[in-house]
């Protein structure tokens, strides 16, 4: 949601849809390899990562592609934080990002359909 | 902490670390100093638990019964709890918190649990993504928990009382309203939780001007991927 307001201020266009859309190119600078250093991350991948920092290293920067994990591996801890609290959206948020959160498929994260898809088995 | 790293890592996120290190090792107001370790052992055996692996190829998580491969002699709900925050966290859903409720565990417990194993999740991940072996566990400090007077709560339609929160003029990113994000409200039922998670985190992200050698726009690309990957409504 953010980086629709990231678009905003850097007046550029993003397509919101490559934050779940596996094959979506983003629009932000230097997209491919931000995208494989965070999906290597957050899938454990560790060996994988060796050759991509390498790699993403030599094309965007060595300081730029660290920054890159700093981010990643600080938002695997507080994704956590939110999962584990069942937090709602802010106010605000919510109300501006309705279509926005259905169109990306982000929706379907909400913590009362997980309930029903994932408690649904027990019960 | 870090020493052994060949990259470039700004000295504020290591000393953060450090601090947040040191602090788990110290009684919390809910738990011991060992017991908070132990939260951190436990959250790294979920990387090579069966229990959960098997859980993660499940349709759903709660339909596979077993023991996990744990670390520690904490209670089996808490073991179970910090697995499952750490090994498959986009499918924790209501019915786990009721689960740890209802053998007795307070909100405020809990709360000090989420922030121990999420600080050293933040931790423990970037010393894997720059191919570092993990960092020893700390060495727990004696003495009991602490205790700490009621915190300034409310009903905020999380699964527990967040912090109030406080008036903040101004907008962020053109998207918030001027009161703090609920994600800083999530723990305020332990204002100790808070401090400790945030000390970790606050070096990895801005909400704007961020500090570090990316635009914001490619910091939120990061940042959304994660929630996506992690499948995180907030």
Known sequence: MLLRASGQSDQQDFDLNSVTDDHADSGVDFGHWLRSLTEATIQNRWDDLTTIRDQAGAAMGTQSMVDALVVASGFNGITRVADATGIPLDENTQQITIDMRVSTGIERFNYAEKSDRYDLVTT | ?234
């Open chain 2, 1 to 234: 902490m870090y020493e052994r790293t060949r990259y470039p890592l700004r000295e504020g996120l290591i000393e953060a670390h450090e601090k947040v290190w040191e602090s788990i090792a110290e009684p919390g107001p809910f738990w011991t100093g060992t017991e908070r370790v132990a939260m951190v052992l436990e959250s790294r055996a979920a990387t090579s638990c069966r229990l959960c692996a098997k859980r993660r190829q499940a349709l759903s998580p709660y339909a596979v019964d077993g023991v996990h491969d744990n670390e520690t002699d904490l209670d089996a709900v808490i073991v179970d709890m910090i697995h499952r925050i750490r090994s498959d966290p986009g499918r924790i859903t209501r019915n786990m918190f009721d689960q740890v409720m209802a053998a007795g565990i307070t909100p405020e417990h809990y709360i000090e649990i989420v922030s121990v194993v999420n600080s050293s999740v933040i931790i423990d991940t970037l010393h894997a993504a720059l191919g570092l072996p993990l960092a020893e566990p700390p060495t727990p400090q004696p003495d009991a928990p602490t205790g700490q007077p009621p915190a300034n709560v409310t009903d905020g339609g999380a699964w527990v009382p967040i912090a109030v929160g406080n008036e903040r003029p101004g907008m962020i990113n053109g998207l918030s309203n001027n009161r703090e994000p609920n994600i800083a409200r999530s723990m305020g039922l332990v204002p100790s939780a808070v401090q400790l998670f945030f000390t970790a985190f606050r070096p990895h992200y801005a909400l704007q001007n961020i500090p570090l050698d990316l635009k914001q726009s490619q910091a939120e690309f990061i940042a959304s991927r994660v929630s996506a990957l992690n499948q995180c409504f907030y």
